[in-house]
């Protein structure tokens, strides 16, 4: 069983920072792209950034310059960097896992983990 377990969210000022982490669990042999979505009260899930195996990142035009995603296909973890936060920011993160491969197993899988909870106030 894969699951997706994240850690790392609170409540910051503006201005702020936090960092997100999110680590996969089970027996994996890869996984092709990590990604943080968010949802705010009232609106859809958006995704935030976005990373390959191979290193290649994607970011929500929001986000650029403040958030950086990072991943160790090692430990099949990711991480998100948030800084200068602000109150828009605030939002449940959710990781995100798509195309992982597993044994005994030729279907991809996909998983999302439970949320956190990001508060950015004054």
């Known amino acids: 069983q894969v699951q997706l377990v994240e850690s790392g969210g609170g409540s910051v000022q503006p201005g702020g920072s936090l960092k997100l982490s999110c680590a996969a669990s089970?027996?994996?042999?890869?996984?092709?792209?990590m990604d943080w979505y968010r949802q705010a009260p009232g609106k859809e899930r958006d995704l935030v950034a976005s990373?390959?195996?191979?290193?290649?990142?994607n970011y929500a035009d929001s986000v650029k310059g403040r958030l950086t995603i990072s991943r160790d296909n090692a430990k099949n973890t990711v991480s998100l960097q948030m800084n200068s936060l602000k109150p828009e920011d605030t939002a449940v993160y959710y990781c995100?896992?798509?195309?992982?491969?597993?044994?005994?197993?030729?279907?991809?899988?996909?998983?999302w983990g439970q949320g956190t909870l990001v508060t950015v106030s004054s």
């Open positions: 995100h896992a798509g195309g992982i491969r597993v044994p005994r197993m030729a279907r991809l899988l996909e998983r």
């Open positions: 089970g027996i994996i042999f890869s996984i092709n792209s």
């Open positions: 990373i390959t195996s191979a290193g290649t990142t």
